[in-house]
């Protein structure tokens, strides 16, 4: 069972636009959602989080967005550059009682055009 | 890289021969995780520990065994090894405050 869902799946952008990034999860105790870049040949690097108790998330050009009520969260890149070009995986978990096992979701592509 | 080192980097074996990867931090951390990664799947939790002797079950936990013997070494062990293994495994460790994990480079894994 795919406990968070993540779109789309590929995305191309042109330099300087808006990058957006979605994903839904169904565990309503998840209490802490965040956001890793991936680039090719290394590990997921944590990019920015948020716990439930905020609307949003600002880290530089990166902001999360949570609606708690619909059980979605995205991710928007702000002035997007080419060296954002990587996988983007957004997860889920839900606190210390089972350990913070990070639930993924499948990842974006997301490539930015010069 | 949050003080994590994987061991080997690459490794390539037959079915049916026992694997065994290493996870080594230098900072303490209480938690540390198995992960593997496939794609259209993201990543996928195998096993964690929450201290040393202390671990768990992930979502694909069958085929493989952990061990924690020490704070700072965390053992992925495939006992006999499957194509279906084929993947690349990343080892996290989680700051106990806040609640961030860290993930290290990674072992790609083929089973031939």
């Known amino acids: 069972q795919q406990q968070v869902k993540q779109s789309p799946q590929s995305l191309i952008v042109q330099k300087g636009g808006i990058s957006i990034i979605n994903c839904a999860y169904e565990n309503t105790a998840f209490d802490y959602f965040p956001w890793y870049q991936q680039f090719p040949g290394k590990g997921p690097a944590l990019l920015i989080a948020?716990?439930?108790?905020?609307s949003e998330k600002k880290e530089g050009r990166f902001t999360i967005s949570f609606n708690k009520s619909a059980k979605q969260f995205s991710l928007h890149i702000m002035d997007s550059q080419p060296g954002d070009s990587a996988t983007y995986f957004c997860?889920?978990?839900?606190?210390?009682?089972?350990?913070?096992?990070?639930?993924f979701g499948e990842g974006t592509q997301l490539t930015v055009n010069p | 890289d949050a003080g994590i080192t994987q061991s080997p980097r690459h490794k390539v074996t037959e079915t049916g021969t026992p694997v065994t990867l290493r996870c080594h931090q230098t900072?303490?951390?209480?938690?540390m995780y198995w992960y593997r990664q496939d794609p259209g799947h993201g990543l996928r939790l195998i096993h964690y520990?929450?201290?040393?002797?202390?671990?768990d079950k992930g979502e694909v936990s069958d085929g493989y065994s952990v061990s924690r013997s020490k704070t700072e070494d965390f053992l992925l062990t495939l006992e006999s090894a499957t194509s279906s293994q084929t993947s690349v495994y990343f080892c996290a460790i989680r700051e106990t405050t806040g609640g961030e994990q860290y993930f290290g480079p990674g072992t790609r894994l083929t089973v031939t």
């Open positions: 520990s929450y201290g040393v002797k202390d671990t």
């Open positions: 997860a889920a978990s839900r606190g210390e009682t089972s350990g913070s096992r990070l639930t």
């Open positions: 948020i716990r439930p108790d905020v």
């Open positions: 900072e303490n951390h209480r938690y």
